[in-house]
């Protein structure tokens, strides 16, 4: 599974698989008005999409960031 760096010196990286399980909450925020976050999260990905580990809390960070753009927008 190959790995994106989302910042420059490729330290954080996301997989593949990730990158676009993030895109996914641009919609899921907009279908899913009255739910918050963590709700959406539990909906469609179950409670074990975020692991406990760096990687996972970058993951879980910016799959909420897009979330919560969309909302703001």
Known sequence: METIPINGNGSDELTEDQIEIVGQFNDLSFENPNLSFEEVVAKEFGPDLFPPTPRG???EKECRE???R???A
Do not use: A, Q, T, W
Request: charged share 55%; aromatic share 22%; glycine share 0%.
């Open 57 to 59: 809390k970058m993951f």
């Open 66 to 68: 897009v979330f919560e």
């Open 70 to 72: 969309e909302r703001e």
